[in-house]
């Protein structure tokens, strides 16, 4: 009937929850509150183990909620000489710079990044990204939801 709207909902409407822990593969609204923080969102630890790495935080916006996907995508953010750890992996991953500018290690080549530059890590690249800038360098990455574990590598001196 026109005009009248159906009582059952959507599989389009959006889960507008605060809290966003569902563990249902609703369709879900993560509420951008500023500063590069999400309604729902928390910090998780960037790794759980190991020293090659510091200044480095890390939200999952799509990924550990119940979604359905194969991708994730993740907020990082790198504090001023913070790092990741260099690693190589089978799985690719995209990053995406949207705060400060960073650098970012794929093999032997550092390339600087600032706000938008996108770069494609291929399987395998050994990677590594940096912030030796006073802001914050901040990044979303897209990953493979099934993914292999990191091997770490060692710094070259």
Same mark, same amino acid.
């Given at each position: ?6 009582? +059952? ?9 605060? @809290? ?6 609703? @369709? ?58 260099? +690693? ?70």
């Amino acid at each position: 009937m026109r005009g009248t709207r159906s009582k +059952e909902a959507s599989f389009c409407e959006i889960d507008d929850r605060k @809290t966003g822990k569902e563990k249902t593969n609703r @369709t879900a609204l993560y509420r951008h509150k500023g500063n590069f923080q999400w309604q729902g969102i928390k910090d998780v630890p960037y790794k759980t183990e190991g020293d090659e790495w510091s200044g480095i935080i890390r939200r999952v916006l799509i990924g550990s909620h119940g979604e359905s996907t194969r991708f994730h995508v993740r907020y990082f953010e790198i504090s001023h000489l913070g790092c990741s750890s260099l +690693e190589r992996h089978r799985h690719e991953h995209v990053v995406i710079c949207v705060k400060g500018r960073g650098m970012v290690r794929t093999g032997k080549v550092r390339r600087e990044v600032g706000f938008m530059d996108t770069v494609y890590i291929s399987p395998d690249t050994p990677h590594q990204l940096e912030n030796p800038y006073d802001e914050p360098f901040g990044f979303i990455c897209i990953v493979n939801a099934k993914r292999d574990k990191p091997r770490v590598l060692k710094q070259a001196k």
